[in-house]
Structures are given as structure tokens and as C-alpha cells.
């Protein structure tokens, strides 16, 4: 199984819209409802942000939003804050095993 | 509020056995369909998931590490471990162990994670 896609960096300035995008295939991300998008920033744990594809978890900002097309799912951040500069890891279930993407980082202008 | 909290040697030599326990308070290890996770990232690089356990022992992993590795549950002490053999620098990574809220990839809580390095 190979890691998912993602674009290595992405960046916006404050109050502006940005779409990290992540590939996979018909055996993971195309395969399942099951995409999920956590947040880390320098030195702490990862923080779970959207699962099932667009689903937030509790006291996450609906600022963030998840779709996914086909083989390809993909994280939104509306209103941009300076916060929210981290690395973002698409994660994908593929049936009894779990794939992450390589990561982005996100940088706010 | 669940807690994890990694513990184990921070120090392995190549080719030895990598071990960490995971204590979970705050919520019981075998209540609920959870599914107790590892997972590493190494220094500078992206998450890279081992594998789960549930409450009842059943296993899961990562195919590309799954010769080398080894999940226990340990319910009456409420923790979960990892056992990762004949490791190399390759496996120096940030271990993280998590739950996994459904077993289909909702990791909802994380221990703070541990450094283990493989060097002689």
C-alpha cells in the first residue's frame, strides 16, 4: 500500500479560503467513506479535525470542511487564521488497515 | 476525558525488541467497539499507522510492518503494548499511541507521544 497524495505545502493570508487536496485510489479513499484530517502543530500530538469524509468532531471551527470526488478528498479552511498554521495528514481506511498521506504544511501569510 | 500516556525505553540497540505500553485512564479499555492504536512518525516525517487491538485481542497491521510486530491488551491493568523486533535506525520515530473511536480511522485521542532511537 502506498501513502496517499498531498501537495507538500499550501498557504493563504488571513480571512482567505484554502483546499489541501489528497489522492489515493479505489482501494482506500475512493474505496470507503472513511477519510479523516488531523491537525499537528510543532511538537504536540496530532488532533483529529474531520472524519468520514466531513464529519467534525466536537469543538472543531466549521471553518473546516471536508468533500471528497473519486479517489481524491480534500480539506477546506475558510477564514484563514493564524492558528491554524500546522501540518495537516490525510488519513484513509483500506479495509482492516489505515493509510496516511505524506503531509502539508499549511502557512499563513 | 480519556487520557493516554506512552511509556517504555527511550534507547534501543539494531536488532533488538522495541517495547512501549500505553495506559489509558479516564474511560476503560474495554468498554465500547475502540480500537487501541499505534502509531510512529519519524523524525521530520509524516504519520505512519502500526496497527490496533481491540479490547478482546484482536489484531490489525500496517502489512508493510507486520512480520515485526506484536499488539497485546492487558485489560485488568487497563494499558495496551507494542513489541517491534529487530528494529533499525529506520524505526527511530515518535511512537504515539491513540484510540481509535470505530476501528474505521476516527483516532479521537492521542497520547502525547515518546521518542524511541535505534542506535548502539
Known amino acids: 500500500q502506498s501513502a496517499l497524495t498531498q501537495p507538500p505545502s499550501a498557504s493563504g493570508s488571513p480571512g482567505q479560503s484554502v483546499t489541501i487536496s489528497c489522492t489515493g485510489t479505489s482501494s482506500d479513499v475512493g474505496g470507503y467513506d472513511h477519510v479523516s484530517w488531523y491537525q499537528q502543530h510543532p511538537g504536540k500530538a496530532p488532533k483529529l479535525m474531520i472524519y468520514?469524509?466531513?464529519k467534525r468532531p466536537s469543538g472543531v471551527p466549521d471553518r473546516f470542511s471536508g468533500s471528497k470526488s473519486g479517489n481524491t478528498a480534500s480539506l477546506t479552511v475558510s477564514g484563514l487564521q493564524a492558528e491554524d498554521e500546522a501540518d495537516y495528514y490525510c488519513s484513509s481506511y483500506a479495509g482492516s488497515t489505515v493509510i496516511f498521506g505524506g503531509g502539508t504544511k499549511l502557512t499563513v501569510l | 476525558q480519556v487520557q493516554l500516556q506512552e511509556s517504555g525505553l527511550g534507547l534501543v540497540k539494531p536488532s533488538q525488541t522495541l517495547s512501549l505500553t500505553c495506559t489509558v485512564s479516564?474511560?476503560?479499555?474495554?468498554?465500547?467497539?475502540?480500537?487501541w492504536t499505534w502509531i510512529r512518525q519519524p523524525p521530520g516525517k509524516g504519520l505512519e499507522w502500526i496497527g490496533y487491538i481491540s479490547y478482546s485481542g484482536n489484531t490489525y497491521y500496517n502489512p508493510s510492518l507486520k512480520s515485526r510486530v506484536t499488539m497485546s491488551v492487558d485489560t485488568s491493568k487497563n494499558q495496551f503494548s507494542l513489541k517491534l523486533s529487530s528494529v533499525t535506525a529506520a524505526d527511530t520515530a515518535v511512537y504515539y499511541c491513540a484510540r481509535d473511536g470505530d476501528g474505521y480511522n476516527l483516532v479521537d485521542y492521542w497520547g502525547q507521544g515518546t521518542l524511541v532511537t535505534v542506535s548502539s
Open positions: 468520514e469524509v466531513s
Open positions: 479516564g474511560g476503560s479499555i474495554n468498554s465500547g467497539a475502540y480500537y
